[in-house]
């Protein structure tokens, strides 16, 4: 099947002249996007779960629908990952009883949450993370 694909004349001359193959760019950007959709798919085909967490800050225990992603285990205990119906995900962490949601996995992985956290609930939603080094 072919499509056709548009682009504002100052994107598109932008791209001619810095050599960009388009299709390829675009059909890697599909396949990643179909990864992400089927691999979401099957999470989700089981169903959620009612989650009860207790949250020491506000003294008060909450619940949400969710499906576990991944539990992380670091030096001070776990913290355990869930995809909530909504797409949100929730992290909640054993040792410091918090509870931190994050709208969807772009805004996960800028909150300053722990790389290998981040890295394990990418591994099991299908999505690319890449860590940056400053060096």
Do not use: C
């Not at 797409?87 to 949450?113: F, M, P």
Request: glycine share 8%.
């Amino acid at each position: 099947m072919d499509i056709t694909v548009y682009l504002p004349d100052e994107l598109g001359q932008w791209a001619k002249g810095a050599g960009l193959n388009l299709s390829r760019l675009l059909r890697d950007e599909v396949k990643a996007e179909r990864k992400r959709a089927e691999t979401r798919a099957k999470i989700t085909a089981g169903g959620f779960e009612r989650v009860e967490v207790y949250v020491l800050q506000e003294d008060r225990h909450f619940a949400f629908q969710g499906r576990q992603l991944r539990k992380y285990r670091d030096v001070h205990g776990y913290t355990t990952a869930w995809l909530t119906p909504k797409g949100a995900i929730a992290i909640y962490n054993d040792a410091e009883e918090s509870l931190s949601v994050y709208r969807d996995y772009k805004q996960l992985t800028e909150s300053g949450e722990p790389g290998g956290l981040i890295a394990s609930v990418a591994y099991a939603l299908g999505e690319k993370y890449v860590e940056d080094l400053d060096i």
